[in-house]
């Protein structure tokens, strides 16, 4: 039999409050639309206890007891990674037999349940320091000052790539119809590279990398796209140039570039996607590009630059309004990736 929904507090009390007023169990059903025998129970349950609160309900005792739920949520705390078949064994070493439901309970009523671990960049003591030393310089930096940066970065589009996830509405055993399938080929069937650039204002340009990029090829992609892009987002006098530490980037040639052409280049922390606003950027243009499925690299390069020039300033403002709360979660993740 279905489990009923419980009736709040205030059906509850105006129960009683009719039955002093002399009405029957019947009459309040009808009026309140609640069965004569929930009624009842309602009625008999304040005349014996004098309140309509739930009562502490009676059933077995749990297996593991307070101390057990500690020691099993300290196991956890100090290593996350320690499996419910760890637990049962520990537990079963000091006299308690349970099942892998039972701890999962247990850790559930204190906050903690089991999940994937998420793939992060590998972080070497010196990149931590240099990311918190990044978030604390720039923490009160004011919001103009990310306003005139350009971000920028290079991203590979797989043609039938994990770029998003698709919901369908089907049927009971229908998850195998054509139409409610993604489908997918070897090595996502091919992709493209692009670099692109981006500030508070919006997006700039965006061009494929149909070469393997060294860093005189860097050199000239700069030099044609990154200059007319900082004109057409009309950015003031003094804009930064932001790039990450990849070595095209970092090369001593590469460096004495920018340095004859006057730019001013955001000092970068290594390791540090969640703190390049481009990486959110990526992420919007692949939603938008797997939306429009194309069946070719040469669609998959036209929908790339055609959803790229359509993204809306808005989206771009607001990434770089966010920035402060990005240092500031670096700084309480004491130097370590972020949500972001």
Same mark, same amino acid.
């Given at each position: 039999?279905?489990?009923?929904?419980?009736?709040?507090?205030?059906?509850?009390?105006?129960?009683?409050?009719?039955?002093?007023? !002399?009405?029957?169990?019947?009459?309040?059903?009808?009026?309140?639309?609640? &069965?004569?025998?929930? %009624?009842?129970?309602?009625?008999? &349950?304040?005349?014996?206890?004098?309140?309509?609160?739930?009562?502490? *309900?009676? !059933?077995?005792?749990?297996?593991?007891?307070? *101390?057990?739920?500690?020691?099993?949520?300290?196991?956890?705390?100090?290593?996350?990674?320690?499996?419910?078949?760890?637990?049962?064994?520990?537990?079963?070493?000091?006299?308690?037999?349970?099942?892998?439901?039972?701890?999962s309970n247990t850790l559930c009523r204190q906050g903690l @349940?089991?999940?994937?671990?998420?793939?992060?960049?590998?972080? @070497?003591?010196?990149?931590?320091?240099?990311?918190?030393?990044?978030?604390?310089?720039?923490?009160?930096?004011?919001?103009?000052?990310?306003?005139? %940066?350009? #971000?920028?970065?290079?991203?590979?589009?797989? =043609?039938?790539?994990?770029?998003?996830?698709?919901?369908? #509405?089907?049927? &009971?055993?229908?998850? =195998?119809?054509?139409?409610?399938?993604?489908?997918?080929?070897?090595?996502?069937? !091919?992709?493209?590279?692009?670099?692109?650039?981006?500030?508070?204002?919006?997006?700039?340009?965006?061009?494929?990398?149909?070469?393997?990029?060294?860093?005189?090829?860097?050199?000239?992609?700069?030099?044609?796209?990154?200059?007319?892009?900082?004109?057409?987002?009309?950015? @003031?006098?003094?804009?930064?140039?932001?790039?990450?530490?990849?070595? @095209?980037?970092?090369?001593?040639?590469?460096?004495?570039?920018?340095?004859?052409?006057?730019?001013?280049?955001?000092?970068?922390?290594?390791?540090?996607?969640?703190?390049?606003?481009?990486?959110?950027?990526?992420?919007?243009?692949?939603?938008r590009v797997a939306q429009r499925q194309p069946q070719n690299?040469?669609? =998959?390069?036209?929908?790339?630059?055609?959803?790229?020039?359509?993204?809306?300033?808005?989206?771009?403002?607001?990434?770089?309004?966010?920035y402060r709360k990005r240092l500031t979660s670096v700084i309480?993740?004491?130097?370590?990736?972020? &949500?972001?």
């Amino acid at each position: 039999m279905a489990k009923t929904k419980e009736l709040s507090k205030d059906i509850r009390n105006k129960i009683v409050d009719l039955h002093q007023a !002399g009405k029957t169990e019947s009459a309040i059903g009808k009026q309140l639309g609640v &069965k004569k025998s929930t %009624v009842g129970a309602i009625i008999r &349950k304040w005349k014996t206890y004098k309140t309509t609160d739930n009562l502490p *309900r009676s !059933g077995a005792p749990r297996k593991i007891s307070p *101390r057990g739920g500690k020691m099993i949520t300290r196991t956890v705390s100090k290593n996350p990674r320690t499996t419910q078949g760890d637990l049962v064994n520990d537990l079963q070493r000091a006299g308690t037999k349970v099942t892998k439901a039972t701890i999962s309970n247990t850790l559930c009523r204190q906050g903690l @349940k089991s999940c994937s671990a998420r793939r992060v960049p590998l972080l @070497k003591p010196v990149d931590v320091q240099a990311r918190l030393k990044f978030a604390r310089e720039h923490l009160d930096d004011p919001d103009e000052d990310w306003e005139n %940066v350009i #971000w920028s970065d290079e991203t590979k589009i797989e =043609l039938f790539g994990k770029n998003s996830t698709c919901r369908v #509405w089907r049927r &009971k055993n229908a998850e =195998l119809h054509p139409k409610n399938t993604i489908p997918t080929v070897k090595h996502g069937g !091919g992709d493209i590279m692009l670099w692109g650039c981006f500030s508070a204002k919006g997006p700039g340009r965006l061009i494929r990398v149909k070469e393997r990029m060294n860093g005189a090829m860097y050199r000239e992609i700069l030099s044609k796209n990154l200059l007319p892009s900082a004109r057409a987002l009309k950015m @003031k006098r003094g804009w930064v140039f932001q790039h990450d530490n990849d070595p @095209k980037h970092t090369a001593r040639a590469t460096k004495e570039w920018l340095l004859k052409k006057h730019f001013k280049v955001l000092e970068w922390p290594s390791q540090s996607p969640d703190l390049n606003l481009i990486e959110n950027l990526w992420r919007v243009l692949k939603i938008r590009v797997a939306q429009r499925q194309p069946q070719n690299i040469t669609a =998959l390069e036209e929908i790339c630059m055609e959803e790229w020039a359509k993204l809306p300033a808005t989206v771009c403002k607001n990434l770089v309004a966010t920035y402060r709360k990005r240092l500031t979660s670096v700084i309480a993740n004491k130097g370590y990736i972020t &949500k972001y």
